[in-house]
């Protein structure tokens, strides 16, 4: 897995239902620590809710996948908030659903249906960006050249990820691994050949668009 789908931005979504009312906070998360420390955070923030439903995916692959129904009936919350992440297709996030209650029992299908439709709300004010695994490329440059040098690989379509100054400038360039050749070919006929990068290591980017 080199690229995958992830949410754009945080973002809250709200549906009520016969009094009842369901919050959806969704977040973009690096791991399973995260997406719990959100579900500890929202519980001290709204500690008048009755519940604090959560589901999260995690991963390149969404390997990670986990849900809590937090005291609803088993399979009416965290079950639909996950299918429902799963549905959009999306990783590295966490929903969780807080719920204050109305008074007025909503059943199971209710409690499915306002569940999932307070992540599908979020979701559609979150949008969604791609991930992709890139490879890093590091090159030197002197001062007079760094500018020049920069914005000619920026013209060429290459991804600059830093500059960095010091007795010489550092540029840290990224490309998917098959475009090294192309990437290295445009620090050539940047440089007239005189630098040559150097293939760092690697890293998740998110992708503009």
Same mark, same amino acid.
Do not use: K, N, Q
């Given at each position: 897995m080199?690229?995958y789908?992830?949410?754009?931005?945080?973002?809250?979504?709200?549906v009520?239902d016969r009094g009842s009312?369901f919050?959806?906070?969704?977040r973009?998360?690096?791991?399973?620590e995260?997406?719990r420390?959100l579900?500890?955070a929202l519980?001290r923030e709204?500690w008048d809710?009755r519940?604090h439903?959560?589901?999260?995916v995690?991963?390149?692959? &969404?390997a990670l996948q986990?849900s809590s #129904?937090?005291g609803?009936?088993? $399979?009416?919350a965290? =079950?639909?908030?996950?299918? +429902?992440l799963?549905?959009a297709?999306?990783?590295?996030?966490?929903a969780v659903v807080?719920?204050?209650f109305?008074?007025?029992l909503?059943?199971?299908?209710?409690?499915v249906?306002?569940?999932?439709?307070a992540?599908r709300?979020?979701?559609?004010e979150?949008?969604?960006l791609r991930?992709?695994l890139l490879?890093e490329? &590091?090159?030197?440059?002197d001062?007079? #050249?760094?500018?020049?040098?920069e $914005?000619?690989l920026? =013209?060429?379509?290459?991804? +600059?990820?830093?500059?960095?100054y010091?007795a010489?400038?550092?540029?840290?360039?990224?490309a998917?691994?098959?475009?090294?050749?192309?990437?290295?070919a445009?620090v050539?006929?940047a440089?007239a050949?005189?630098v040559e990068p150097?293939?760092s290591?690697e890293r998740?980017?998110?992708?503009p668009?």
């Open positions: 080199t690229i789908l992830t949410v754009a931005r945080d973002a809250t979504g709200e009520e009312r919050l959806c906070t969704l973009r998360v690096d791991d399973e995260e997406a420390s579900v500890a519980r709204h809710a519940h439903c959560s589901a999260f995690v991963g390149p692959d &969404a986990r #129904d937090d609803e009936p088993a $399979g009416t965290g =079950a639909p908030m996950l299918d +429902v799963r549905g297709g999306v990783s590295d996030v966490a807080t719920r204050w109305g008074g007025t909503l059943g199971a299908g209710g409690l249906r306002a569940y999932g439709d992540v709300a979020a979701l559609a979150a949008g969604t991930r992709s490879a490329l &590091a090159l030197e440059l001062h007079a #050249d760094a500018g020049r040098v $914005g000619e920026r =013209a060429r379509g290459v991804s +600059v990820l830093e500059t960095s010091d010489r400038v550092r540029l840290l360039l990224a998917p691994a098959d475009e090294v050749a192309r990437v290295e445009a050539a006929a440089t050949g005189r150097v293939v290591g998740w980017v998110d992708l668009g």
